[in-house]
């Protein structure tokens, strides 16, 4: 099967803390792949390297056969992303935002495609409304329309459940694992451990910037193992090292 997403050796220094150590994996074609670990074991940066927004110290990785050193601008171009921290710019309505996306990405059917999303994740009352009026939430929502409109060949989310209520929770599981069924990829970020045993096929587990374990859920819940028990001895084990 394809390789879509590949890092060698990736490594991320913020003068002495090492944020991410010597990373190397390589994410399949049709995977809806969770990178977990507690706080600040690297997760975020992982995925702001993998797409560009951050310049490794060393390493390298490719995204969609991109250098993501070398062409940081075609990667974003390919894929679609949500950052951590991030909201929609707060002077412009749901409506303007996704527009301003879709003239970036060139959409063809933008009012069409944003309907599907005003409707699908239940916030067509807020498409006039300016984004710093929003609740985080609906920014949320926002911001998933936007990683997903141009239906990428891969989407990066860094922690995609993170502000949504139990509903919203499932609508969106469901949607992501949907989404990998057509043969896309998603590569996400998240500490809710139980959601990544329910909807991802591969994981790896970070704990301080090292890669702890990567492979197949189905491999540990084939042996009757569940992912947040998996985690927690390995985590512990590597806290006592
Ligand atoms: N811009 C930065 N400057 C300095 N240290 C950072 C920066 N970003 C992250 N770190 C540090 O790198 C480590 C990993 O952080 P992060 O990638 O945000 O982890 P996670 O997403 O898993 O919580 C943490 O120790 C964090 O404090
Ligand atoms: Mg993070």
């Known amino acids: 099967m394809t390789t879509i997403l590949s890092a060698q050796g990736l490594t991320k220094n913020y003068g002495d803390v090492v944020a991410v150590n010597n990373v190397t994996l390589d994410v399949k074609e049709g995977a809806l792949f969770g990178l977990l670990g507690?706080?600040?074991?690297?997760?975020?940066?992982?995925?702001?390297?993998?797409?560009?927004q951050v310049r490794p110290?060393?390493?390298?990785?490719?995204?969609?056969?991109?250098?993501?050193?070398k062409?940081?601008?075609?990667?974003?171009?390919?894929?679609?992303?949500?950052?951590?921290?991030?909201?929609?710019?707060?002077?412009?309505?749901?409506?303007?935002?996704?527009?301003?996306?879709?003239a970036v990405r060139r959409i063809q059917d933008l009012d069409a495609k944003s309907d599907f999303w005003f409707d699908f994740l239940e916030f067509r009352d807020k498409k006039n409304v300016l984004c710093k009026d929003l609740s985080r939430g609906t920014r949320q929502k926002l911001m998933f329309a936007q990683a997903f409109i141009h239906e990428p060949a891969l989407a990066l989310i860094d922690e995609p459940l993170i502000n949504f209520d139990p509903i919203m929770q499932d609508l969106v599981?469901?949607?992501?694992?949907?989404?990998?069924?057509?043969?896309?990829?998603?590569?996400?970020?998240?500490?809710?451990?139980?959601?990544?045993?329910?909807?991802?096929?591969?994981?790896?587990?970070?704990?301080?910037?090292?890669?702890?374990?990567?492979?197949?859920?189905?491999?540990l819940t084939g042996r009757g193992e569940h992912l947040p028990q998996f985690f927690l001895s390995l985590v512990r084990k590597d806290r006592h090292v």
């Open 71 to 102: 062409e940081p601008v075609a990667v974003r171009d390919r894929v679609g992303i949500i950052p951590e921290q991030e909201t929609p710019p707060s002077f412009l309505t749901s409506m303007e935002y996704l527009r301003f996306v879709g």
């Open 38 to 52: 507690p706080n600040g074991s690297g997760k975020t940066t992982m995925i702001k390297m993998l797409t560009g």
């Open 57 to 69: 110290t060393g390493g390298s990785a490719t995204v969609l056969d991109l250098d993501v050193i």
């Open 173 to 219: 599981k469901d949607y992501l694992a949907d989404y990998t069924k057509k043969g896309r990829t998603i590569f996400i970020s998240t500490h809710i451990l139980e959601v990544a045993e329910e909807v991802c096929s591969e994981f790896a587990i970070l704990h301080k910037g090292n890669l702890l374990h990567t492979g197949p859920v189905a491999e």
